[in-house]
Each structure stands twice: as structure tokens, then as C-alpha cells.
């Protein structure tokens, strides 16, 4: 059974069982929400395929927090780069911060003016410290608004936008689009976890513009 199945479902439940009008509005409107929030998952395991890697919007999620920490640390050397130690292994790295991915993230976010971004920087860095040192593993992927917005900018800079990449998927009469499409099935099925027949829809899905907000 597809995921997306389960929508379908619902609605067929709520049209059919529910007899107020206020109730089966309102349920309408909270599946109508679990679509977008479907949707936004859907694009993040896309880009995880693409890339061939399980976690990439994960790392890239941590790259962003990790790079609002060290922006203001003072040993943040003039080709910024800066070392900091995994909470999750405990040896040190080092991040080159680019304040170029900070901004295009919060822009994703509608963080237009400076005390936007600052206080969300700050808000995030409270959540770092609360959270971390309770558990080392957090990786902020709880936060839909800032994983949705780190995708939405690794679609854009890593593959010129979600766009081409439906397109290629959508349109596999050339080999190159072929082999992109079978090597993201494979991906997965292997690394994601997805069985064939979902794989399949999931990319199916992926390609229409059902449930965009």
C-alpha cells in the first residue's frame, strides 16, 4: 500500500461517516494539511535520493546550525573556517562558514531584515544547548519550517530547482534521464528503505503538483 493511499482513505471515511458539516470541514482541512506536510517530506526524500545519501538534508540541516554557531566564535579565522567539536563522536571538525547557504536559508524562511535572522539565530542556538546536552544525537529535523527550507535551497543550488529534476524523472526517453530514474529507485529501495511499488509512486507522486502549498 502507498502512503498517499491512506489520504485517499480518510477522505472517503470523513465524506461517508462524518455528518456534521463543521466536523467534516474541519477534518478536511486538518488532511488537507497532512498533505502539504506529506508533500514536504516527499521533497526531502527526493533530494536524499538524488544525492545518493540516506541523511544529505540532515547533514546539510546540522551544516546550518553548526555555521550560525561558529559565525560569531572568536576563533573563526579569516577563510572562516571553524573547528568545533561533534557532540555525537566527539572529535573535532572543522566547517567552512558560508554565509552565502545562511542567507538563502533564512530567506527560505522570510527572515528579510537582520533582526529577523538574528533572532532566529538565537533561538536556534537556545535549542542547541538545551537540547544537546541531554541528547548528543538531536539533529534539529524535528524543525519541518527550517528542513523544508534546507531542501528547498539544496533543490535549487545543487540541481537548478525541483523543476528539472521532475522533469528528468517525468521524462525518461533519453538514457541519461533513465539511468538517473533507476539508479533513484535503487537508492530507495536500498538506503531509504521503500519497496519497489512505493519507490515507484513515490516518485510518480513527486512528479505532479498535488498537495503544493
Known amino acids: 500500500m502507498f502512503a498517499y493511499d491512506f489520504f485517499k482513505a480518510m477522505e472517503r471515511i470523513v465524506l461517508d461517516y462524518v455528518v456534521d458539516a463543521n466536523d467534516r470541514a474541519k477534518y478536511m482541512e486538518d488532511l488537507k494539511t497532512a498533505k502539504e506536510l506529506y508533500r514536504e517530506r516527499v521533497m526531502t526524500e527526493m533530494f536524499n535520493a538524488y544525492m545518493d545519501e540516506p541523511y544529505a538534508i540532515r547533514k546539510d540541516v546540522l551544516n546550518y546550525v ?40 533564512e530567506d527560505r524562511l522570510g527572515l528579510k531584515t537582520d533582526e529577523q535572522r538574528e533572532t532566529f539565530r538565537t ?35 545543487d540541481i537548478a530547482g525541483a523543476g528539472s529534476l521532475i522533469g528528468a524523472l517525468a521524462n525518461r526517453t533519453n538514457e541519461e534521464n533513465q539511468k538517473l530514474y533507476d539508479r533513484m529507485i535503487t537508492t530507495m529501495i536500498d538506503k ?12 510518480e507522486y513527486f512528479c505532479t503538483q498535488e498537495d503544493e502549498k
Open 192 to 203: 531509504l528503505h521503500y519497496c519497489n511499488t512505493c519507490a515507484q509512486k513515490t516518485i
Open 66 to 105: 553548526n555555521m550560525i554557531i561558529g559565525i560569531d566564535a572568536e576563533n573563526l579565522g579569516p577563510d572562516m573556517m571553524w573547528k568545533y567539536k561533534d557532540p555525537q563522536t566527539g572529535e573535532l571538525k572543522a566547517i567552512k562558514i558560508d554565509e552565502r547557504y545562511i542567507k538563502s536559508v
Open 123 to 157: 533561538s536556534i542556538r537556545k535549542i542547541y544547548g538545551q537540547k544537546i546536552s541531554v541528547n548528543p544525537d538531536y539533529d534539529f529535523m524535528d524543525n519541518l519550517e527550517l528542513v523544508k527550507a534546507v531542501t528547498d535551497v539544496r533543490l535549487k543550488s
